[in-house]
Each structure stands twice: as structure tokens, then as C-alpha cells.
């Protein structure tokens, strides 16, 4: 049975964006995901809130099954012994797995109704007619409303109550994934082909080649003559820096550049 820890966003690389979704009460992924490469940033953004939305409910799920299970144990007991450093018992001390056992017990008498709800569904135990035999009871399915705009590089959505909240800043780990997602798509290291190809436009790279300034050809040669090219590196903005002071390049397609961004 797949719980909410087995529910990762991105596969195959992290090229690909899983659709988590709910059927007949259990996760899956009914839909074919995001590519990273091609998806538009909001879809990607966009599921991975709804990825999260589904998986929020799974680990009620899951919560609720730990609990059953261990509050269906014999209930241990309420102390243990208490030990000095000398080995001799000086009294007694709340059991730990006591009051765990506790906790289960209440998680289980106070479940949501909507949570008891998708286990039914999930376990195909839904109400029936005691005179036909047939269900009473629909199979409840996790319908999700339209997601709100965000800007998906700074922003995301979170869903309450059924509903989705407004727009709240990333947090430092949903940041990190995006970024670790984004370089999947815009890698900081890169050929200098696909330097050229993806983040100079062809009339750039034309005047840039095909320039007679000495400082310019020998910049061309060792920044996008090398094995790779690393917009990270600072010799990659020095010899960007060659470009601009030779009216190649402007100020902002320097700074674009250096951010990854490509033309189209």
C-alpha cells in the first residue's frame, strides 16, 4: 500500500512531475506527468500544490492506520521503573509507550468524518441497504477546484478546508526543490553549443563570432571554446562582461544570461 512518504514529486532524473491523484480512495497517477523540459511553469508549480494537497490527506490516512493498529494492541502500562546511574529502581516514570497508546486510541475516537469517509471508500466498506444489500452510501472522491494564480518561482498555494489558501512565499525546502527542479530544466553547466543555441539570440551570436576585436575573439575562444560552460563560474560573467564593454551584448542580456534564462 503506497503511504504519503512514498509519494515523491519527480522521477526519471527529476525530469518528470508525478499527477497525484486519488482513486477510489488510494493515491495514484491516473494522468502522464509534467515534463520539466517542455511543461509550462505554472503546471509545473500547479502540481506540485495539488501533489501536496494529495499527499497532506494521505498521511492522515496513514496516521489513522498506525493508530488503529496500535491502539488495538493490549494497553500497556501506564509506568516503568525508574533506574538511578547505579542501576537501583528509585521510583516510577510515565511509560512512553503508554501514553502513545493513548494518543492512538484518541486519534481514532476523533477522526474527521471526510477521513472515515475516504477509508471506507479506499476499503470498499461503504454503507449499504440492510433490505437490498446495495450501497447507501456514494464513494467520496478528492475533487480539487481550480488553482488560483501564483508566480510559481516564488509562490504557492496550499489547500484548506477544500479550498485553496491565498498565495504565500515558498518555504526555504519548497524553494530548494524548485530550484533543483528548475536546474533539471535550465542546467547552470553546460555545453557551449547549448550555451550558444539556448541562451544567445542568432544575431548575437553573430556579431560576437564574427567579430575583429582581438580582446573579443581571444574572450570567445577560452569562454566558449572550453569543455563546458559555467554560468556559476566567474570567468563565464567576466567574458560576458568583454561582450557588453564591446557593444555586443547590453547590461540586462548580460544579467539574463547569467540567470539562465533562454530565448525563444
Known sequence: MIRA???TDAYKGDSLVRRWCLVQG???CADHPVDIATGPLADIAGQLAINRAVR???????????????AS??????????????????GDQPNPAHAAWVAAGALVANAPA?????????DNALATDPATGLPSEAPLDLVLPALPAFDPATQTVDLVAGAWSDARPLTTEEA????????IRWPRVM??????????????WLVISTSADPEVRATRQAALGANTVDLDNP?????LGVFEAAGLLTAERVAAVLAGQRVT
Open 191 to 204: 555545453t557551449p553549443r547549448d550555451a550558444i543555441v539556448t541562451l544567445l539570440t542568432p544575431a548575437e
Open 114 to 122: 471526510e477521513l472515515l469517509h475516504f477509508i471506507r471508500t479506499r
Open 26 to 28: 488510494r493515491p495514484r
Open 56 to 70: 497532506t490527506l494521505q498521511a492522515q490516512v496513514d496516521a489513522y492506520d498506525d493508530a488503529v493498529l496500535l
Open 73 to 90: 494492541r493490549p494497553e500497556p502500562d501506564a509506568t516503568v521503573p525508574l533506574f538511578d546511574d547505579a542501576g537501583a529502581m528509585v
Open 5 to 7: 512518504t512514498d509519494m
Open 235 to 239: 570567468a563565464t560573467a567576466t567574458a
Open 176 to 183: 530548494a526543490a524548485w530550484r533543483a527542479l528548475m536546474l
